[in-house]
């Protein structure tokens, strides 16, 4: 079969990289200058406060070189350190105004992240007392108890009612009176309110019998306490008659560090009154022991005891205070109780060793009676360990369930017990053809793969066909094969290995600049002279899949196409994700040096590639795991490879050919690990192909080809030609060859690109000062390759005839059109005026060049070609007797509808400064481009 001429490649590469450079130029003059760095705007403000911060020899510089008035920052004191870090610095003061606590709210704000910060666990109780939590600050607006105490400085409330009536608030003095007007002094120092309310009521009747009295508390008198020891503020407090002892603490700040939170004692007039012990409070909700503070009690936090941490498996992880009659089962309460899937059993103790001066580890058995005796000390650490989540005494179902997961063993289940109605378990693109039991050892390791005819098994009792399950079995329903699914996966698969081939920098540098999420400033300075031929491979591989996969988005940095399409892979062959499953668990569980159990079938399967090596000896299985027969299989034959080690230490590869019956293959041999298993095609059998004809025959259409059908055949089949075909100008395309011109021209392509002679110094200095114009020169060469169609230069005429070496054979995807008879000539390239001109059997190439206004300036008088319609490219045969072009001698092989191409040279000699002339030059060009391959 003629293929198109060498010279057609040669100029059109020409032209290619002479337009390619032109274009460089062109894009880099649009671009245009750098833009200048816009100036800083520097605010007053802000340097006004950096300035503050400095030494005053820098500030004083700084400021005037600024112009600004040092004076006004000097009048103010200059800015302190957290004013311009724009820190919030807060005076000592005073919590809730009168309550009389000193505390920074940044130290207290932050208490809770300290103490994470000096363990990794938080002390238990902290929280409580964040400075955040305002529930604790005590309030004067509640009902008085009856029991409450009267002391200096108490109001209480009269409303007398009678002939005269009034309504007063009396403080009750120094002294403990209260002075009645009309009636007197009343003592009521040291009573209760109900006494002191008893006793006033019996003194206004007795002095006003006609009256009435109504006794309530007004203000109630303030007192002072004083709280010392391990607090964040100790020191005496002015406080509310009702404040208790949590909200005490709270006032100050807290416990501290040191402090304990277990025993914390009330000293009144010398004598401990109370002990507070906030666990009792957080665990237990008793309060009992928040007792309300009287005028002058002494609020005492000893240093905290014993601490133990909770760690790992505890419901609340924290560092727990105890005391010394508490035992392990007491701290567990603490602690909360173990998380769920926590092992009981597991209970591992750290303790400091004094002695050893270090830590060691003690295993705890909860189940033994002495536990509870075993005496924890300060510094412990507990921790529980983790159940294993294994599911035992099941059945794992994967794959194409309705409902994967697990379900429960039981004695005499069998295969089709799992399956059940299939209807209502299976999906319906389910693969009923062949199932796999994974059967693991006590190890949790697959030590068989057991294959099942899961319509057999439907309708047996037999264990040979319906296997009986054993617990822990993994039962695997594949989705059927999809020749669709099939095809797509290996595509991606091609475009993958091609992905995985190119460097990473010339691949990440693509990219970003075809990538689909494209920023103009997004690049690194890239020169294109020595980009590599993998560059342009991955472009088209890229490319590649965005056709396939539309409305698709992701990122294009440097490894997520690559994952892309391995997910994508996943995405589409869901059946061979689940494989590659199984595959990878037997690989990573071989660690004895020896194969895993893995086989691999090739040939005339419709899903060749590595499998689980089978527990069975009916080679029928592995085709239907494979995917079952390709079209054109001969069933009766098989080829297994066995790689053997022989006496010498030698592997040797024995080959066993099979013959296999027609109707089914039996149980013929039996497979060992690595068994490479091929199975043939029939020896003259081709996938039927689809070729198209169309144009000028009197039955255009779609046929049918076989291997072995020509041109011939096919004009034969078509009627012929009509009287308005020119046959002479018949347009053949292969899809093969459109693949062939394209590898043909990335490989031009690579030689232009790696020649930096080729490309003057004062482009290639201005291209790498502007690295947006390489993705424009992508753009340029994939429309390029774009317009390869696989044209193929035939000769119709003899093939027609019958002449067989000038006669085409047929493949699946070729196009055949013949045109209408024409007389025109075309002329592009490198003249005035590129146009059609008619066609003359006396004229020359120079005649139609002249026809064309002649060459321009910069056309390549050497290197005039012309392309004939049925593909025939010439070079034109050119006088020797003047200095410029002469075609004077007829060329007989110029036929109507050919098209005359005049190159231009690889530079204009001159400069490229006017951009209007670059701007011409480059439109020209890629028109010419445009025509030269879009002839048809």
């Not at 607006?141 to 007398?160: A, F, Q, T």
Request: aromatic content about 8%; hydrophobic content about 35%.
């Amino acid at each position: 079969m003629n293929t198109i001429s060498g010279s057609f490649f040669f100029w059109s590469f020409y032209m290619v990289i002479f337009w390619r450079r032109t274009l460089f130029i062109v894009l880099i003059f649009l671009v245009g200058q750098k833009e200048p760095l816009a100036q800083q705007n520097v605010s007053q403000m802000g340097l006004k406060e950096a300035l503050a911060t400095m030494p005053k020899s820098q500030r004083n510089s700084l400021a005037r070189q600024y112009g600004i008035d040092i004076s006004e920052i000097e009048a103010n004191g200059g800015a302190s350190r957290d004013e311009v870090l724009g820190r919030a610095v807060l005076p000592l003061k005073q919590r809730s105004g009168d309550e009389g606590k000193i505390l920074s709210e940044d130290q207290s704000g932050n208490r809770y992240a300290q103490e994470k910060l000096r363990d990794d666990l938080p002390r238990f109780g902290a929280h409580i007392f964040n400075a955040t939590d305002v529930s604790f600050v005590p309030v004067d607006g509640i009902s008085v108890p009856s029991n409450y105490v009267l002391g200096v400085g108490d109001s209480i409330r009269l409303l007398i009612l009678g002939s005269n009536s009034s309504k007063d608030e009396i403080e009750v003095g120094r002294d403990g009176d209260i002075d009645i007007p009309d009636i007197g002094s009343v003592n009521v120092l040291g009573l209760t309110f109900d006494q002191a309310s008893k006793r006033i009521k019996d003194r206004v009747r007795a002095s006003l019998i006609t009256s009435d009295v109504k006794v309530s508390m007004g203000r109630l008198k303030r007192m002072n306490i004083f709280i010392s020891g391990e607090v964040d503020v100790p020191g005496s407090y002015a406080v509310s008659s009702f404040t208790t002892v949590l909200q005490a603490l709270y006032l100050c700040g807290g416990i501290s560090e040191l402090g304990t939170y277990r025993n914390v004692s009330i000293k009144r007039a010398g004598k401990t009154v109370g002990v507070f012990d906030l666990y009792s409070l957080l665990l237990k909700g008793d309060n009992k022991g928040d007792i309300r503070l009287q005028n002058g009690d002494v609020v005492f936090v000893p240093l905290k005891s014993v601490e133990v941490a909770a760690a790992k498996g505890f419901r609340r992880s924290a560092r727990f205070e105890i005391k010394k009659e508490e035992s392990l089962t007491d701290f567990i309460e603490m602690a909360g109780g173990f998380e769920p899937g926590s092992d009981q059993t597991s209970l591992i103790l750290n303790r400091i060793d004094y002695e050893l001066g270090s830590r060691k580890v003690i295993n705890l058995n909860l189940d033994s009676a002495s536990v509870n005796h075993y005496v924890l000390s300060d510094g412990d650490r507990l921790e529980v360990g983790i159940l294993n989540e294994d599911v035992r005494n099941s059945i794992e179902l994967i794959g194409d369930f309705v409902n994967e997961g697990y379900i429960g063993w039981e004695s005499e289940m069998q295969f089709s017990t799992v399956l059940g109605n299939i209807n209502r378990t299976l999906k319906p693109t389910a693969d009923l053809d062949v199932g796999l039991i994974l059967r693991r050892d006590s190890t949790d390791r697959i030590e068989s793969v057991i294959p099942v005819d899961i319509q057999k098994a439907l309708v047996s009792t037999q264990n040979d066909l319906n296997p009986y399950l054993n617990p822990s079995d993994s039962i695997i329903v594949l989705p059927r094969v999809d020749e669709t699914v099939l095809e797509r996966s290996l595509q991606l698969e091609d475009q993958l290995n091609l992905i995985r081939r190119i460097p990473e920098p010339v691949k990440d540098k693509w990219l970003r600049l075809a990538g689909e999420i494209y920023e103009e400033n997004d690049f690194e300075e890239t020169s294109t002279t020595g980009e590599s031929f993998e560059s342009r491979t991955s472009q088209h591989a890229i490319r590649g899949v965005r056709a396939n996969v539309k409305n698709e988005r992701y990122l294009t940095d440097r490894n997520s196409f690559r994952l892309y399409l391995e997910n994508k892979k996943h995405e589409i062959n869901s059946r061979r994700n689940i494989l590659d499953d199984i595959l990878v668990e037997l690989k990573n569980q071989n660690s004895d040096g020896e194969q895993a159990l893995i086989v691999e079938v090739y040939g005339a399967v419709r899903d060749p590639g590595q499998y689980p090596l089978l527990n069975s000896t009916d080679l029928s299985l592995l085709v239907r795991l494979a995917g079952g027969w390709k079209e054109g299989a001969n069933i009766r034959t098989a080829e297994i490879s066995k790689l053997k080690v022989t006496d010498k230490g030698r592997i040797q590869n024995s080959i066993v050919k099979l013959k296999l019956p027609q109707e089914e293959i039996g149980e013929v041999v039996s497979l060992e690990r690595g068994d490479i298993v091929r199975f043939s095609y029939l020896s003259n059998w081709q996938k039927p192909g689809m070729v198209v004809i169309s144009g000028e025959v009197k039955d255009p259409g779609t046929y049918r080809i076989t291997q072995g059908d020509t041109l011939a055949d096919l004009m034969a089949r078509a009627g012929g030609v009509k009287r308005s075909g020119y046959l002479e100008g018949l347009i053949y395309y292969s899809e093969k060859a459109r693949k062939n011109q394209i590898q043909e021209f990335e490989r031009l392509l690579q030689i232009s690109n790696k020649g930096k002679h080729t490309k003057p110094q004062e482009v290639e200095s201005a291209f790498s000062q502007r690295p947006q114009v390489e993705k424009k020169v992508i753009e340029f060469d994939e429309s390029i390759l774009l317009n390869i169609k696989g044209r193929v230069a035939v000769d119709p005429l003899s093939a027609v005839k019958g002449d067989f070496g000038k006669d085409v054979y047929l493949s699946d995807g070729d196009r055949i059109h013949v045109p209408i008879i024409t007389n025109k000539i075309t002329v592009v390239g490198e003249v005035y005026r590129s146009g059609d001109f008619v066609f003359s059997e006396n004229k020359s190439v120079k005649d139609y060049l002249g026809l064309a206004g002649g060459a321009t300036e910069i056309a390549n008088h050497r290197a005039v070609f012309f392309v004939n319609p049925n593909g025939e490219t010439h070079k034109a045969r050119r006088s020797l007797r003047v200095k410029y072009l002469e075609f004077g001698e007829k060329d007989d092989t110029l036929k109507p509808g050919a098209v005359i191409v005049v190159p231009p040279k690889f530079y204009h000699e001159g400069s490229f400064d006017d951009l209007a002339i670059i701007t011409q030059i480059a439109y020209q060009g890629v028109s010419s481009l445009a025509l030269l391959f879009a002839i048809d």
